[in-house]
């Protein structure tokens, strides 16, 4: 009896997993269907919920099914940035959008180049005669800069307007690898290459201290004039610098809105009747509702058109070797992608969108070598820098006829470094040693064991140095400047966009829709009517299924309050110093990447902080 139990039971589950596969399989093709065939009557009358629950980027990352189903994920949500400025635009010209109601109570940020690019959208909404009323519990740089594009900046009379501007600490690696005895193996070019510095320094050299101050306050100028534009009211640059100016009696609330950074105090409940006067409510509907769509609801009715002549490349994450998702730029990915391309789709331009601190000076170059391609096809190659086009990311660029960049883009970084731990005082200290033959100078090199010999060395900082020779000589060619001119602007320095622009580095101001119309006009197309086609890899249905199944239960690992979300982002730059410096250890040898370049936080909440630590670590 018990082994006809055990069949019985093998049976049982056998027929669990066959249904529980059926449902699965029902209910995926379910929303294969539904997505397939968005119907835009479902966009109701009222308002456009745009509730911004995350990070904003030029690329999502990839979604891994194995994540939601075996419940290892706490991601928060990542919105496209072509998605966002699409719905927006659309719904400037939606006569059943009567307004905006913009949420930002769990915005994390999203670079300064992709926030102003969606505030310009705002923008639009605005001046077709549609208000767009923002609210948050409170708000920090990001959130603060898209709510100055807002007709009415609401907040919640406990918040707190906090603005940190760029700048922070970075964690150093040299005394923990004193301390455990690692020998940390430098090749570099570049007085201003800082990558390597956190392996041997305690602190920030001289030459990066005053490159990241001068490239930190640049950056906070933009940003502070792109909010005076749009709220011209605002004492937004007195209240940066000093908060507390007139004392200490009001509450913060009651300061920002002294500062008009703010328009109103009123809770959440508030702001969703002040929405409800405009856009309706349903009767018998909750108090804190009001009539209208939903972002995501109105991107699949109102999806952006397929097809066109203008196709968009985009390069987005840490360039790496090989294959890569989405959120990463795999060299042999992005070239695979550009020659299929140009193999099977009548194309008459393209443009790069290019924004990547860069990675592998192999994959850089291979991707370079893709798009020249095209060239050789007279296809004209415009790049448009994002966020950041820096080191590998300006490597690409090198391909185009034309860059346009945005005052706060972070740019250059035209530097070249090697790094490799050994191990041989690390062991000496456990009584380990380590011993064998050699039949040439690079038997056994690098040694891990014994550390590496003076041939290794060499051979390594020759390799370095050819790579930046190769890498100036690119930029002297393709930018027409004197190769010693390059040269003293590289070192490895980062530079904002609008000194990149003045030292010949990019070309021009303009962001995607500049680049666009210049690539028609050098294609002969009417740049009013020419149309782009997004090239990178669109997620397939089970990937869109995870992914909304995924995003349901983010909200909350984001927090709401101005002061927990300073600690989170704090926590969250920490986390990425960290895995930085130990990607770096496990990477190519030698790498075109930019670490001083800021950058929006990952997509992890900050509860996985510890873990990533010891997944890293350990």
Known sequence: MSFLGKIWRILVGIKDGLVLAVLLLFFAALYTLLSATPNAATVEEGALYLALEGTLTEQPEQTNPEELLFGSTNRVHEYRLRDVVHVLENAAEDPRIKLVALDLDH?????????????????????????VIAYAGGYSDDSYLLAAHASEVWMDPMGATLIAGPGGSRPYFKGLMDRLGVNVHVYRVGKFKSFVEPFTRAEQSPEAKQANAELANALL??????????????????????????????????????????????????????????????????????????????????????????????????????????GSAGGDTISRLILDSLAEKSLKALVVRVDSPGGSAQASEQIRQALLQAKKRDLPIIVSMGNVAASGGYWVSMAGDKIFAEPGTITGSIG????????????????????????????????????????????LQLGVND????????????????????NDVAQGRVWDGGTARQIGLVDAFGGMDD???????????????????????MPNWFELYVRNLREAGARTSIPADPYSRLIWRQQAA?????????????????????????????????????????????
């Not at 790579?467 to 390059?486: D, E, K, N, S, T």
């Open 416 to 459: 070249v470094f090697g790094i490799i731990p050994t191990f041989e005082k690390t062991l000496s200290k456990v009584g380990v040693s380590a011993d064998g033959v050699a039949t040439t100078p690079l038997s056994g090199q690098p040694d891990l064991l014994n550390g590496t010999n003076a041939a290794t060395d060499r051979l």
């Open 107 to 131: 915005f994390v940020g999203g670079g300064q180049v992709a926030l102003q690019r969606v505030g310009t959208a705002l923008d639009t909404v605005r001046k077709a005669g549609k208000p």
């Open 574 to 618: 920490l986390g990425r110093g960290i895995d930085d410096g130990l990607s770096i250890l496990s990477g190519p040898a030698i790498q075109v990447r930019c670490l001083s370049c800021p950058a929006a936080p990952r997509p992890e909440s900050r509860g996985q902080l510890f873990n990533t630590l010891v997944d890293r670590l350990f």
């Open 515 to 537: 680049a666009i119309a210049e690539a028609a006009r050098r294609a002969g197309l009417d740049p009013k009517t020419a149309r782009p086609v997004y090239l990178d890899r």
């Open 221 to 326: 100028s933009d940003w502070v004039a792109n909010i005076k534009a749009a709220r011209p009211s605002s004492r937004i640059a007195d209240y940066a610098q000093n908060p507390l100016a007139n004392g200490e009696q009001m509450s913060l609330a009651q300061r920002a809105l002294q500062q008009k950074l703010v328009d109103k105090l009123g809770d959440r409940l508030a702001w969703s009747n002040r929405i409800a006067d405009i856009a309706g409510r349903d009767p018998g509907a909750a108090a804190d509702q009001f009539r209208g769509t939903d972002y995501f609801d109105y991107l699949a009715a109102n999806p952006i058109p397929k097809g066109g002549q203008i196709g968009i490349i985009t390069i987005a994450g840490d360039i790496v070797d090989g294959e890569a998702p989405a």
């Open 467 to 486: 790579i930046y020779g190769r890498f100036i000589r690119l930029v002297a060619m393709q930018r027409r400047l004197p190769l010693a001119r390059v």
